[in-house]
T-cell receptor
Framework: NAGVTQTPKFQVLKTGQSMTLQCAQD?????MSWYRQDPGMGLRLIHY???????DQGEVPNGYNVSRSTTEDFPLRLLSAAPSQTSVYFC?????????????FGPGTRLTVL | GQNIDQPTEMTATEGAIVQINCTYQ??????LFWYQQHAGEAPTFLSY????GLEEKGRFSSFLSRSKGYSYLLLKELQMKDSASYLC?????????????FGDGTTLTVKP
């Protein structure tokens, strides 16, 4: 198993550009989430999905869209990049919605918006 | 909502024991996680507590007191590779893993 994979690892955007961060998992996990982590801070939830076709907003959803057309993939779209979106983005998955299930994180995408 | 507090930084000596505290205030509680995150890497799961008491896993132990809104992570026989950030995360009542709220993390530096 590759676990949770993310692409790209690094990205530089100009203000106003759009792009999609890719996330995939090969563990047949139902739950997938996107977080952002700013320097010296913890993780803040952007969007999450409880299964294919179902998504919901987290703590900081503005400026981001997600979709979940398959169990494996959960892309995050930046609609019009802003410098405030400069951050490290982590995708995570967990097996089911059971309370004891832990999350597995991808390696992260380091995004800089100029 | 949730409010989670951890010390920002801690320093300890190789071979020693260190305790990293986490206090939380939540509108509901359904478990507390500890994650380890090395610089430039993704968080990895260390422990999960939902009942009061101590959970031991080798050199790492985690304690929870729900009545006090308090947890700690205890690291024994510290090694240089334990230098990392340690994140406390609280899961509110009746939610899934994806809605855990994270503290800002404690950066631990282990010195020779």
């Amino acid at each position: 198993n590759a676990g949770v994979t993310q692409t790209p690892k690094f990205q530089v955007l100009k203000t106003g550009q759009s792009m999609t961060l890719q996330c995939a998992q090969d563990m047949n996990h139902e739950y997938m989430s996107w977080y952002r982590q700013d320097p010296g801070m913890g993780l803040r939830l952007i969007h999450y999905s409880v299964g294919a076709g179902i998504t919901d907003q987290g703590e900081v959803p503005n400026g981001y869209n997600v979709s979940r057309s398959t169990t494996e993939d959960f892309p995050l779209r930046l609609l019009s990049a802003a410098p405030s979106q400069t951050s490290v983005y982590f995708c995570a998955s967990s097996r089911t919605s059971a309370n004891t299930d832990t999350q597995y994180f991808g390696p992260g995408t380091r995004l800089t918006v100029l | 909502g949730q409010n989670i507090d951890q010390p920002t930084e801690m320093t300890a000596t190789e071979g020693a024991i260190v305790q990293i505290n986490c206090t939380y205030q939540t509108s509901g509680f359904n478990g507390l996680f500890w994650y380890q995150q090395h610089a430039g890497e993704a968080p990895t799961f260390l422990s999960y507590n939902v009942l009061d008491g101590l959970e031991e896993k080798g050199r790492f132990s985690s304690f929870l007191s729900r009545s006090k809104g308090y947890s700690y992570l205890l690291l024994k026989e510290l090694q240089m590779k334990d230098s990392a950030s340690y994140l406390c995360a609280v899961r509110p009542y009746n939610t899934n893993a994806g809605k855990s709220t994270f503290g800002d993390g404690t950066t631990l530096t282990v010195k020779p």
